[in-house]
C-alpha cells in the first residue's frame, strides 16, 4: 500500500485550515486531529487539564507546550493513525515541532502545508465564522448562512474564542508574533508547501491536492527525478511572493 499521509496544517485563525483538513480527511479517510477540539471536549467532560486550557483558548493564548505535546502524542498513539492524520492546531511553537519529529520518527514522511492569508480578510472572516454546536464543523463558507447544521442537523453558534473583537484580534496577533519561527523552522524541508487561502474553498482544495501530489510523487522515482518532480510544485519565487 502506499505510504502513510501525514500532515500539519499552519494557518491563522479564520485561514481556513479547519476546513480544508476536513476534507482531505474525508477524501483520504485519515483523521483530522485539531487540538482544540480535543481540549474544548477535556473542558466539556470537566477535566481539570481541559478546564484551565479552555480559559487560556478563550483569552486568546496558547497552552503550554508540555501539555499541548503530551495531548497529541496519546492521540497519534491510536491506530486510527496508522494510515496517516491531519494537525490542526499543531505545532504552534518551535519546541512543539520538535517534540512532533521526536513522535513521528520511523513514522514516514509530514508534509507541512501554509495556508496564508491577509490579515484584513482574516479580520473580515472572523465576523462570520461559524460552528456547528454539536459536530464542531465550520459553516461552509459557500453555502448559504444556515441555523443548522448541514452535516448533523445541530445548531450553528458563533465560537466562543471568535465572538469577542478583542480576543478576536489578540489570537491574530498571538499567530503574527508565534508563527514566523515556526515556518523558518519547516519551510526549508522539502515537504513544506506553502499555499494562498486566499480563494475559493474549493480552489485551496485542489491547490492542497497538488502541493501533497508534488510532495509524494517525487519518492515513486528515487533521487533526481524525485527533484524534477518537485519542481512543478509552487516554486519558491511565487510562495515568496505570497509573503506579507
Ligand atoms: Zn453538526
Redesign the pocket.
Known amino acids: 500500500m502506499t505510504q502513510p499521509l501525514n500532515v500539519i496544517m499552519l494557518g491563522a485563525p479564520a485561514s481556513g485550515k479547519g476546513t480544508q483538513a476536513e476534507r482531505l480527511a474525508r477524501a483520504r479517510g485519515i483523521p483530522k486531529i485539531s487540538t482544540g477540539d480535543i481540549l474544548r471536549d477535556a473542558a466539556q467532560a470537566g477535566a481539570p487539564l481541559g478546564l484551565k486550557a479552555k480559559a487560556l483558548i478563550d483569552r486568546g493564548e496558547l497552552v503550554d507546550d508540555e501539555t499541548m505535546v503530551g495531548i497529541v502524542k496519546e492521540r497519534l498513539q491510536r491506530p486510527d493513525t496508522a494510515s496517516g492524520f491531519i494537525l490542526d492546531g499543531f505545532p504552534r511553537t518551535v519546541a512543539q515541532a520538535e517534540a512532533l519529529d521526536r513522535i513521528l520518527n520511523g513514522r514516514g514522511p509530514l508534509i507541512v502545508v501554509e495556508l496564508w492569508v491577509p490579515k484584513e480578510e482574516l479580520t473580515q472572516r472572523m465576523e462570520d465564522r461559524r460552528v ?6 465550520n459553516a461552509d463558507p459557500e453555502a448559504p448562512a444556515s441555523d443548522t ?6 445548531k ?1 453558534v458563533t465560537r466562543a474564542d471568535d465572538g469577542d473583537a478583542t480576543v478576536r484580534l489578540h489570537r491574530l496577533d498571538v499567530y503574527s508574533r508565534e508563527s514566523p519561527p515556526l515556518l523558518d523552522f519547516y519551510r526549508q524541508r522539502p515537504a513544506f508547501r506553502s499555499i494562498s487561502g486566499a480563494q475559493s474553498p474549493d480552489q485551496v482544495e485542489a491547490d492542497l491536492m497538488s502541493a501533497i501530489e508534488s510532495v509524494q510523487s517525487p519518492s515513486v522515482g528515487v533521487g533526481s527525478q524525485g527533484r524534477a518532480g518537485r519542481d512543478q510544485g509552487p516554486s519558491a519565487a511565487s510562495e515568496r511572493r505570497m509573503r506579507p
Do not use: H, I, T, V
Not at 132 to 137: A, D, Y
Not at 149 to 154: L, W
Open positions: 456547528c454546536s454539536q459536530c464542531r464543523s447544521c448541514a452535516r448533523c442537523g445541530g450553528m
